[in-house]
Structures are given as C-alpha cells and as structure tokens.
C-alpha cells in the first residue's frame, strides 16, 4: 500500500490552521511558522489552494483565509447531517416565534459547529454562521451540550469581563442539567445574549443544541437578568420538537 502523500496532508493542516483562525486572515509568515515549514512550501500550498477556491487571499495585506468552495463542500456535508434535516421546520418557526436569529450547534472537538443558522425575521444585514466554529464555554449553546456531555480539555479562553471562570462554569453546568435550558450573557460579546437547549436522540442522549441570541436589551429584561421566560419557553420547546423529531421521547 502506497503511504500517505506528503503534499496533501501539508495542505490539510493549512486548511485547519486557517479554519482555527477563525475570522482572522494569516500571513504566509505566520503558517509558516505555526507549522514550522518554508515559506517558498507554504506559499506553493497556498497558491494550489486558491486556485482550487480553497482559499481566498485578501486584496489589502495578503493575508489568506478560507475559500467559498471549502464552504460549499462542508455544506453538502452538512445538509446530510440528520440532525440538520429534522430540524429545518422548527428552527424556521423558533425565529418567527422568538423575532431573533437561530443556530443549531453541535460539539466538534473544544468547540461548537454551526450546523444550521436561520437569519433574524426582519430586513437587517446578516451574515450566515452556518459551518462557524463557537467557543464552547461563552455560549449558551456551547454550555447546554457540555453539561450533558464530557468537559473538553485545554484552557478556557476569557471573552469579555463577563465570561465565567472555570468554578463559576462548573456551578453553571449543575444549574443547566436541573432546568435543561443555558443562557449566556454578555459572555461572548458585550451586550449581547443567548438561550438554548439540548436536543435528545431516540437514547436521550444529547446530540445537539438550539439556541438564539441577540442583543441584551431584545433578549432581557434588563442587563444584568436572564433572558425572558417567554423566549426560554420557545427555544425549549423548539428543543423538544427536534427530538421528537429524532425518535426522543415526548415529555
């Protein structure tokens, strides 16, 4: 058996390394160096890449990020995802209902990936996450997987001066499991918010999250409370319609 073809596995950690960068563009320098290879190798990758619209290299700086068809191949993926299908309808009316954007996530890896997002009902300007990458520990999503799955391993990164610390982020996971529903506030960004819940399979096990988020002051009644009952109830019973959907038991 032939062994594995060095070039491309090359290419493969490029592709990671920029997916990790998240909306932040890099430097044939910085790869380069981050993967401690040459920079006449790096940039060879990187122009085979960009042919292939892999990668995309900004017009101001030169920096390189993730190309559109990269996305158009992890959507196909996605659009198979089960979970992703059955929730396509209640995700649709969570937005309508709540007026807020909705995200479907799942745990990939020390982070949640975006599995399915449905835009804010109105004519604001949006960007789709669909394929984005979420801290785990700032976000409501994040939050309502983990504290029925394991804890990821490596550092918590601190966001904002509201992001919790790691004793405050285990009390929390208690108080995610008691009432099934997490929220996040102004832990990922100031001033805004978030509220999810799990999603069960036909095991009951947790297979992912819905959520929605939004500015504070849509979501709460006032800066420093919880999101609104009224929002909590239909993220959780969005929640509960994809599990059913998914063969969960109705409760």
Same mark, same amino acid.
Do not use: C, Y
């Given at each position: 058996m032939p062994g594995p073809i060095q070039s491309i596995q090359r290419a493969a950690e490029v592709l990671k390394l920029l =997916? +990790?960068?998240?909306? +932040?563009?890099?430097?044939?320098?910085? *790869?380069?160096? =981050?993967?401690?290879?040459?920079?006449p190798t790096v940039?060879? *990758?990187?122009? #085979?890449? !960009?042919?292939?619209?892999? &990668?995309?290299q900004e017009v101001e700086g030169g920096k390189y990020r993730l190309g559109a068809a990269l996305f158009q191949i992890g959507t196909s993926y996605l659009d198979g995802n089960e979970l992703r299908a059955k929730a396509l309808n209640w995700s649709d009316t969570l937005a309508m209902r709540?007026?807020?954007?909705?995200r *479907? %996530? &799942?745990?990939?890896g020390k982070h949640v990936l975006v599995v399915h997002h449905v835009f804010r009902p109105?004519?604001?300007? !949006?960007?789709?996450?669909?394929?984005?990458?979420?801290?785990?520990? =700032?976000? =409501?999503?994040?939050?309502?997987?983990?504290?029925?799955?394991?804890?990821?391993? %490596?550092?918590?990164?601190?966001?904002?001066? +509201? #992001?919790?610390?790691?004793? !405050?982020?285990?009390?929390?996971m208690n108080v995610v499991r008691d009432r099934d529903w997490a929220y996040d506030l102004h832990e990922l960004v100031e001033g805004e918010a978030s509220v999810a819940a799990p999603i069960r399979d036909r095991r009951g &096990?947790?297979?992912?999250?819905? %959520? *929605?988020?939004g500015p504070v002051e849509r979501l709460c009644d006032s800066p420093d409370q919880p999101p609104r009952l009224e929002l909590v109830s239909y993220?959780?019973?969005?929640?509960?319609?994809i599990s059913r959907e998914l063969g969960g038991l109705s409760w």
């Open positions: =997916a +990790h960068g998240g909306a +932040h563009q890099l430097s044939v320098g910085e *790869i380069a160096r =981050a993967l401690d290879l040459a920079k940039h060879g *990758i990187l122009r #085979t890449l !960009q042919e292939v619209g892999f &990668v995309e709540a007026r807020e954007s909705v *479907i %996530g &799942v745990m990939h109105d004519n604001s300007r !949006q960007t789709l996450d669909t394929g984005a990458l979420l801290p785990w520990n =700032a976000t =409501a999503l994040g939050k309502a997987l983990v504290a029925f799955g394991e804890w990821p391993e %490596g550092d918590l990164q601190r966001f904002t001066r +509201h #992001t919790l610390n790691p004793e !405050q982020l285990a009390d929390s &096990v947790v297979v992912g999250a819905v %959520g *929605i988020s993220v959780r019973e969005a929640a509960r319609s």
